[in-house]
């Protein structure tokens, strides 16, 4: 029999649940332990829920996995080889700290960390780690945003003119969420999915421009970027918008409008899932897209990484430490309402 990579979850929230429920389908992995400290969720008698339909249907309910109320123990336990943590932002430092000091593979629920001071450290310390880790950017892996990024790259209808990111959102439910300093609101912890992407496919920008207002979480819930890559009037034009700040009952969507110079790339998701791509002269097509969500395989992508002995790519792992340093930019520009040079 294969030897299967024992998986330590901390964080039995939304995004915990969802990773349980990908590691029950994966056949080399084994969660042996979990983690949260609140007794319900950890005895399975409550159970958080996803935006999007799909979402968050692992449970503990079955389970044979070690059980702690304090994620910090679960990083003690000697024969966890992956630490999956799930708990808030303003947890991750210190748990990603923990976990690659006790030799464990780590991965990182986004975004990597709660201010770019703090992602700066895990790049380093991963630099100096033999461990593998990963930064759970999902969008990197959903099969419309792949189909994205390669269209982008490769130039099959011609350079990309403009992109424009859309994800919007009732607000979201729980205590984490309601707490701006914990969660980052709206503006890191929902907007730094397309913020990321942006850069993951053009680079850091060289400035931005944005503007926002405060929502539930007490910080900026709702935000408009401008991301500037050269002089205006060259291409690309990139541009995000980020809001939880919708009223009750209107869900979740996030969308993209990509136009290249050969053609216009349409993606919505809210009940349904579609890409649309236009094309002068062509009928209009609707693309195929593999079936499933980014989180799956962004997650089964790890694991291969790790069950082959492969080392992290760390310059994705910077890069998404960059994406923080763009919306701590973000942040600046809305407060002043100028254009703020990005650093990092
Ligand atoms: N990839 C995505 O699309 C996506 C979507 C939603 C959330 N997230 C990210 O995932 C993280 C968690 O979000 P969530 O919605 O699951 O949050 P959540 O608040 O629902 O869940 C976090 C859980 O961690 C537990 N916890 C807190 N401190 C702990 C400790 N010391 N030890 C053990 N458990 C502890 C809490 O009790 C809670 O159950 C956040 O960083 C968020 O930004 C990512």
Redesign the pocket.
Known sequence: MTKKLKVGV???????STHLDIYSQISDVEVIAV????QS?LDGSSK?EGNISGQARGSVGGLKARKYI??MELINDPEIELVDI????N??FVFVEAALAKGKHVLV???LARTYDEAKKIVQLATNSSSNIMS?M?LRYWPAWVWLKDAIESEVYGKCLSLNCRRQTSPPD?A?YSNHEK?GGALL?LHVHDTDFINYCFGMPRAVFSQGYKGPSGGIDHVVTNYIYEQSMDVPLVSAEGSWTMQDGYGFNMSYTANFENGTACYLLDSEETLKLFRSGHQSEVIELKKGMG?EFEIRSFVDEILSGKESNLVLLNQAAESIAIIEAEQVSIKSCLVVTVKA
């Open positions: 901390i964080g039995l929230g939304s995004m915990g983690a949260d400290s609140i969720r958080a304090d994620g799930c708990v808030g932002t947890l991750h629920e986004k975004p759970a999902c729980g984490f969660c912890d989180y």
